[in-house]
């Protein structure tokens, strides 16, 4: 069949009209943009990749965005946070002992901006609260520390100030001291020369509390523990109830303690015990309730928050605070605006869903993922889809699986076409709400 010349002209604009429809529809039904780390080395600096989706709102469909995966910056990337205006990731990268603060542009690319080193040796995790970073370290920068001559870890605290421009770009100040350290240690009083190796890290919503999983390997079995601190807020001389700052007291002279500085709960007497093996850490949508995922224990522990300190629960199994989970539950997720948690069991391929009432965790179902899930999200737009990266993926490479979630029941179904190729042996996801950028 042939066109004439005024039929071709129809036929391309029509097209063009299609495009810019399907242009403006995706940019309209992308609620989230979700930031996927590889820790696959690509490119002349062996950098790990930082895959980009965009959730669609109506379907959950997790297409990557053009361009799309990113450097890292750094070689094996293990953990990412988002500021708290939501323009600036931050990515931790093991292999470099290096955060890296990446711009996030109106389109959800990804630009870096700065590099720092951490206080101590191969981060683990990250987390904001207020305009603080955390940075948890699995040793202390010691020179005795290393791999053949372990020590415990520490957690940092890195002042954020929030930056101008379109996009806005934060700067990272210098650590806060602790006395002559630019970090805290993480020991038990009772046992100082055995080893505490950091697992997961979480803040209160409000910043007034901070809270470290870990697990003493000394011990035989390992024994697990949650360090919790009071962290000093900014502009005001009350410090949180509970911890034992500097100073020994929890009234500061203005201007004498940094806005940040850990303030160690328990009067730093112990940490808080937590099982076996404890692997992440979550606190619920009202502040109320802490969850710790056991990986040997294969429970879900649950803890209520008075003051910053931790209460065991009493509604698990036998009367404890221990709620089951799958094989080697590990990523964990607490809904921000429904009262459901999420736990991935690592080994089993699998999401378990819990209801949350009065703290007491109800299982509402497990849900198939993709090979060997290691971290777990939600998105911030509406709490409607849940995410997570799949470690070995497809056997070839990593994977993300999207499902939506029933706001009212709290219960999932797979988004269209999961699960999503992603680079290979993804480790962290973050996402902000597609709506900020613009």
């Known amino acids: 069949m042939k066109f004439n010349k005024s039929s071709q002209l129809l036929l391309v604009s029509a097209a063009s009209l299609l495009a810019a429809s399907l242009v403006t529809a995706c940019g309209t039904l992308t609620t989230d943009f979700v930031f996927v780390s590889s820790s696959k080395a690509a490119g002349p600096n062996a950098y790990g990749e930082i895959d980009v989706f965009e959730i669609n709102q109506q379907s959950g469909f997790m297409r990557q965005i053009p361009t799309s995966p990113f450097p890292s910056g750094g070689r094996s990337p293990v953990a990412e946070a988002v500021s708290p205006d939501n323009f600036n990731l931050y990515v931790a990268n093991q292999d470099d002992n290096t955060i890296v603060q990446f711009v996030i542009g109106n389109d959800g690319k990804v630009y870096p901006q700065n590099t720092i080193n951490t206080p101590g040796i191969f981060p683990v995790a990250l987390a904001i609260s207020g305009t603080s970073l955390f940075v948890l370290d699995t040793y202390q920068p010691l020179p005795i520390c290393s791999i053949a001559d372990p020590c415990s870890g520490s957690i940092a605290v890195f002042p954020i100030t929030i930056g101008s421009g379109s996009p806005p770009s934060d700067t990272l100040g210098s650590p806060i001291t602790n006395g002559n350290l630019n970090y805290w240690p993480l020991s038990l009083p009772s046992s ?209 699986s999207g499902f939506v979630l029933d706001p009212t029941a709290g219960t999932l179904i797979n988004s269209q076409d999961s699960p999503f190729n992603s680079d290979a042996l993804p480790t962290a996801v973050a996402a902000i709400p597609h709506q900020v950028s613009q």
């Open 192 to 400: 100082p020369t055995h080893v505490i190796v950091p697992t997961a890290v979480s803040g209160l919503g409000s910043g007034s509390y901070l809270y470290v999983s870990a697990y003493d390997s000394t011990a035989a079995p390992n024994a697990g523990y949650v360090f919790g601190f009071a962290v000093a807020p900014p502009s005001t001389s009350a410090v949180p109830p509970g911890g034992t700052c500097p100073t020994n007291s929890n009234t500061i002279p203005a201007g004498t303690l940094p806005p940040g500085t850990l303030c160690p709960l328990n009067n730093g007497a112990a940490p808080f015990p937590a099982g076996v093996h404890p692997s992440a850490i979550a606190v619920d949508s009202t502040g109320g309730y802490l969850y710790v995922t056991d990986s040997a224990g294969g429970d879900v522990l649950g803890y209520s928050l008075a003051a910053g300190l931790l209460t065991p629960l009493t509604s698990g199994a036998s009367g404890g605070n221990t709620f089951p989970a799958g094989n080697k539950p590990g990523p964990i997720v607490a809904d921000p605006k429904y009262p459901f948690l999420y736990v991935a069991n690592t080994l089993d391929s699998t999401v378990t869903a819990y209801a949350i009432s009065n703290g007491a965790l109800t299982s509402l179902g497990t849900y198939a993922t993709g090979l060997q899930p290691v971290a777990l999200g939600i998105d911030p737009s509406t709490s409607h889809f849940l995410f997570s990266a799949n470690f070995l993926g497809n056997g070839t490479n990593g994977s993300v």
